[in-house]
């Protein structure tokens, strides 16, 4: 799958555990784009078919609402709920959860999907 981490979710340990179980992933650093706002995260998404993981539930809920709405598409968005409790998912869950997405196939093109129901 291609990925992208947007700045919340690009760990060193996130990209390479993704990296070893086959995903194309490229960081906010990679991308030239590191410290940018949200919707420049999803441009460079749309721009280059990438599907993006952050922990920024909210803004990019808002984000793909208004792509939606405005009859746009994009590559997909994977959400991350983060509660700061043991519940909060590690890299390795993360990359089990992306394994049941993709086993099930469940669709994510233009689609916003939060990967914790999919642990």
């Known amino acids: 799958m291609r990925l992208y981490l947007d700045d919340d979710s690009a760990s060193l340990h996130l990209l390479r555990v993704l990296?070893?179980?086959g995903h194309d992933v490229q960081s906010p650093r990679?991308?030239?784009i590191g410290g940018k706002p949200d919707?420049?995260?999803l441009m460079h998404c749309i721009k280059t078919q990438r599907i993006l993981i952050s922990g920024n539930?909210?803004?990019?809920?808002l984000?793909?609402?208004l792509v939606k709405a405005a009859g746009g598409q994009h590559p997909g968005?994977?959400?991350?709920?983060?509660?700061?409790?043991?519940?909060?998912?590690?890299?390795?869950?993360?990359v089990r959860a992306i394994a049941n997405l993709i086993a099930a196939g469940a669709p994510t093109?233009?689609?916003?999907?939060?990967?914790?129901?999919w642990r």
């Not at 539930?57 to 809920?61: A, Q, R, S, T």
């Open 19 to 21: 990296r070893q179980a």
């Open 30 to 32: 990679e991308a030239g």
């Open 39 to 41: 919707p420049v995260h």
């Open 57 to 61: 539930h909210d803004d990019f809920d």
């Open 63 to 65: 984000l793909h609402n």
């Open 77 to 94: 968005i994977l959400a991350v709920r983060k509660d700061n409790s043991p519940r909060d998912m590690s890299p390795s869950q993360l």
């Open 109 to 117: 093109a233009s689609e916003f999907v939060i990967l914790n129901h």
